[in-house]
């Protein structure tokens, strides 16, 4: 069973759409961050979200943790071919240590 | 580059044999996280320790076990190994504890087991 539950899984898009990736979970998450991982590199951080309700933009990424604490989304406003990757949620649980992932949404964006 | 650095980057070895790869955390990090990654999947948890001291454990399997050093390098080490433990595995460290901290990959030991 997985924790967190991304969707898609698998999405492709053409250059210049909008989309939405969600991470959505049953369980209350102290932060929950958000990862893109290029192939044959590892993760690398993109933001973290803590406060419930927090809304944080990085260029035309906009990330959403939700009111809850239980999910977040990840919204990309004029796709570039640039931003194709895996996108993976985390979430860090405030009774463990360990960051735990989702299972990934796999991003294509056709030039 | 993250600071955080792995070895070996490719390893194969045959079933039934034992492996160890290694992490160098960045300067300053207390915290070493292990992950493994099977083909187009996401990221499974296996082990984390901070400061020397096992902190959190996930679905490690039996037959792996890890360690961190007093120069806080870590190691995991596979044995008996079988074909499906094919996988990339990753270090992450970080300065805190909690995950809450921003974590930092090395690029990963691509495994394939024949």
């Known amino acids: 069973t997985q924790l967190l539950e991304q969707s898609p899984q698998f999405l492709s898009i053409q250059e210049g759409e909008n989309l939405t990736v969600y991470c959505n979970s049953s369980s209350v998450f102290s932060s929950l961050q958000w990862y893109r991982q290029e192939p044959g590199e590892g993760p690398v951080l993109l933001v973290t979200v803590v406060t419930g309700g927090e809304v944080k933009k990085l260029k035309r990424l906009t990330f959403q943790f939700g009111d809850a604490r239980k999910d977040s989304s990840l919204h990309i406003t004029a796709a570039q071919p640039g931003d194709t990757g895996l996108y993976l949620c985390?979430?860090?649980?405030?009774?463990?240590?360990?960051?735990?992932f989702g299972s990934g949404t796999r991003l294509s964006i056709r030039p | 580059d993250s600071g955080v650095t792995q070895t070996p980057k490719h390893l194969i070895t045959a079933t039934g044999q034992r492996v160890t790869l290694r992490c160098s955390p960045r300067s300053g990090d207390l915290s070493v996280y292990w992950y493994q990654q099977s083909l187009d999947q996401g990221l499974q948890f296996l082990i984390q320790y901070y400061n020397g001291e096992e902190r959190a454990k996930g679905n490690i399997l039996e037959r792996f076990s890890a360690q961190q050093f007093p120069d806080l390098h870590s190691e995991l080490n596979l044995s008996s190994l079988e074909l499906g433990d094919s996988a990339l595995y990753f270090c992450a460290s970080s300065v805190a504890a909690s995950g809450g901290t921003e974590a930092f990959f090395g690029q990963g030991t691509r495994l394939t087991v024949v």
């Open positions: 985390a979430g860090v649980r405030s009774s463990a240590s360990k960051i735990i």
